[in-house]
DNA sequence: GCTAGCCTTCGTACTTAGTACGAAGACTGT
DNA sequence: ACAGTCTTCGTACTAAGTACGAAGGCTAGC
């Protein structure tokens, strides 16, 4: 019953890819994408830099493979039940993962290799909208305008210069002085009588556009 | 009429900020963000690399820089006129410059001071709207939606395997391998029957989603 | 139980990149 | 001509990715 390598007198199991990936995402999610390092990673799992490479080619595919993994999160909608629903409730979970994981959404842009949860949920997609009576065409404009809307929304979430609900004033500072100047000033209006009162959060924003969305799509699908 | 630090004999004009932030601009077109270090700007400068550093204070402040110069490219909208032409001619002006920058929506997720054209570009994107009549809740939802939609779409034409009309098959090389497998079918059929037809470019997709983002808003502008 | 050979881990060191520090050179006004 | 300042640069330290090959440990067959 023991495990090769794992002798069970208390010595380090063996390293693994799956180790190796798993301990990359939390690094990344804990500290971000910049903290994630080999040695870095290296010493997360105890051992030293060079053994990592026995799991993985290079620091780019276990890139790749976090993207994948952050993919593999997001619920998939099922083909044939009520589409609106169900792509509805794929873009609230794929914003909700890209929040979770704020560093994927720049890996998006560098990495060109998808991966397997990638392609399945692409495929997924598409046989979503085709299932809805969408033609290839309407699908191809359909997939384009809900993905753009969800990784550029998921985009402008990583990039705001505060957290959350909380912690909004400090952290904005620089900018609030360059604003202070006079010029721009619907911005400062609308942050300061709109974004800056208590209780707004930007993720809120999604759910608007979301449906503004889906209405326009339900719309073409109907007169055709 | 010398200028001051060029004696006219011939000599290496001084160095500006302009011309770091000019030569970084080129270096990161030219050949990816990637290529973009200190030293192989420099040596396009024909200086040494710590010459820069009289200029600028660090690599990230090129960076921040950058973005702000991208910004400063795209086309403002002009409010008071037709609010729908105007965020229409600025939506796809975003577009161009940032398919003309491709490195660029990569920054925007780790740049965190916005520069005065990205804020004069907050500014009147929202004055337009104020203008046209969009309570400041709206206004709010409109912006995000819209911007959403530029960026995600900017980034998705960014993580294209293929560069654009041209040369398609080639690179998605690895990619079809796996979609060959036999998994992903509705995959393979969009791309096939689809995406890979002579004369289909990603980019014609800007429109119809911009448009039906715009219809959108236009309807609940007018019964809201 | 013993050893040949593979599987894992790691030590060392090379390369690229950002940049701190301070010296050297160039240019200014007096 | 000279002092002070502005620009440029030489040197070198640090962090990070990773090539190369050795060292240690485990397994199978004797």
Redesign the pocket.
């Known amino acids: 019953m023991?495990q090769?390598?794992n002798?069970g007198s208390g010595?380090?199991?063996?390293?693994?890819r799956e180790r190796v990936l798993q301990g990359a995402l939390s690094l990344a999610d804990a500290h971000g994408l910049?903290?994630?390092?080999?040695?870095?990673?290296?010493q997360q799992l105890?051992?030293?830099?060079?053994?990592?490479?026995?799991?993985v080619?290079?620091?780019?595919e276990?890139l790749d493979a976090l993207v994948d993994m952050v993919f593999a999160e997001i619920e998939l909608p099922v083909p044939g039940r009520d589409w609106r629903k169900e792509l509805g409730k794929r873009a609230h979970s794929a914003r909700r993962v890209l929040a979770r994981h704020r560093w994927a959404i720049g890996l998006l842009e560098s990495r060109s290799r998808p991966g397997p949860a990638n392609l399945r949920h692409h495929d997924t997609v598409i046989a979503t909208l085709r299932a809805a009576g969408f033609s290839p065409a309407m699908t191809a404009h359909a997939y384009a305008l809900i993905d753009s809307y969800v990784y550029g929304f998921a985009l402008q979430e990583a990039s705001l210069p505060f957290e959350g609900p909380e912690s909004v004033g400090n952290i904005a500072e620089p900018i609030m002085e360059l604003m202070a100047a006079g010029d721009y000033p619907h911005l400062v209006e609308m942050t300061t009588s709109y974004y800056l009162q208590p209780g707004y959060d930007f993720a809120d924003e999604f759910t608007f556009g979301l449906d503004l969305i889906l209405d326009g799509l339900e719309a073409s699908l109907t007169q055709g």
Do not use: F, H, N
């Open positions: 023991t090769p390598g002798d010595r380090r199991p063996r390293l693994t910049a903290a994630l390092t080999i040695r870095s990673l290296a105890g051992v030293k830099p060079m053994t990592v490479y026995y799991q080619a290079s620091k780019d276990i």
